[in-house]
């Protein structure tokens, strides 16, 4: 159990999601773990993952997991947890499925042919890393153990992608060498580097960029929209709480967050892809590309929560407070 700063103890979120048995066991009916032959144990341990990964710092609650879990891509977690325990069936399918993709997006991703050298061995340099070997086991390092749903599988492999082009080019501009040494003269490998957004040097840099974009179109947002948001990440409304203040069923609600949160990204992408950023300092920073952009939504996304609540202070003077009392 974790405390907050007003002494309120919060359960652990792996505590909560065992709880949830029934929820668990109609996931794993519902998701095509039997076609991989990923085990119910298999599946727990990766909506584990998951859950403990979204609620490291923030408090977890039943409904909020309960939702959390409902809202994840099953198919493709349970298709990563198989290929982690060394499902051949999970492989096949996997290579069959994203072999072409990973091919096209490095294509995209290098401004080149998917068929060109360079494409061809960014995407096939990821395999072995995909395929996990340590000390002769499999799965015990691969890198899907870092993907928990949250986006689809192909975006998840395509920031990948995306971070390890960004890290050759950075090697050839000398901005920083590929291979660094710790503090304790210890060479990072390359799974780390592909996947651990804290060994980025840039990435403090790629969240303030973010925060400023996505500040810039929250102003934007239509009043009601803005409220939905405002309600669900900031007051911590759950969806029956939202619909009847807004008088819509809750269906309703978790269709217009998806639609509003689906606009809000394509919004930020095109923000970071147009405009021109200064820091508190007056750098000036040039609009992003493409990849730089996949990592800097997915560092905001997995690794870095959007604390709303800063985004979303009172409009209006007199305005009733909604929600839960923040606490410092």
């Not at 794993?28 to 076609?35: H, K, L, N, P, V």
């Not at 217009?256 to 919004?267: D, G, H, K, Q």
């Not at 000036?284 to 604390?307: G, N, T």
């Amino acid at each position: 159990m974790g405390h907050d700063s007003a002494g309120k103890s919060h359960a652990d979120p792996s505590a909560i999601l065992a709880g949830l048995q029934d929820c668990v066991d109609g996931l794993f009916a519902e998701s095509r773990c039997g076609d991989w032959k990923l085990t119910r144990k298999g599946f727990f341990a990766a909506l584990e993952r998951s859950v403990r990964k979204r609620f490291s710092a923030e408090p977890a609650t039943e409904e909020r997991v309960r939702e959390y879990v409902l809202a994840l891509h099953l198919d493709d977690l349970a298709l990563a947890a198989a290929c982690m325990e060394g499902s051949e069936s999970a492989w096949e399918y996997f290579v069959g499925q994203y072999r072409g993709y990973l091919r096209a997006s490095a294509g995209s991703i290098t401004k080149g042919s998917r068929s060109g050298a360079d494409a061809q061995e960014l995407a096939d340099s990821l395999y072995a890393e995909l395929f996990g070997l340590a000390d002769g086991k499999r799965g015990e390092a691969s890198l899907l153990r870092y993907f928990h749903g949250r986006s689809t599988l192909k975006t998840w492999l395509r920031t990948v992608l995306a971070q390890r082009h960004v890290d050759r080019l950075r090697q050839t501009r000398r901005l920083e060498p590929l291979e660094r040494e710790d503090g304790d003269g210890v060479k990072r490998n390359a799974a780390e580097k592909a996947v651990m957004p804290a060994l980025d040097a840039h990435r403090e840099e790629y969240l303030r960029r973010f925060q400023h974009a996505l500040a810039a179109c929250l102003r934007l947002l239509d009043e009601r929209d803005g409220q939905r948001l405002e309600l669900y990440y900031a007051r911590e409304k759950t969806l029956a709480e939202i619909g009847r203040l807004l008088g819509e069923h809750e269906s309703s609600v978790s269709r217009n967050l998806e639609r509003v949160r689906r606009e809000l990204r394509s919004n930020v992408e095109q923000q970071l892809r147009t405009a021109q950023f200064t820091d508190a300092n007056g750098q000036s920073f040039p609009p992003m590309s493409d990849a730089e952009i996949e990592l800097c939504v997915q560092y905001a996304a997995d690794d870095a929560p959007i604390d709303f609540r800063t985004l979303f202070p009172e409009r209006a003077a007199g305005r009733p407070a909604t929600g839960r009392k923040e606490t410092s």
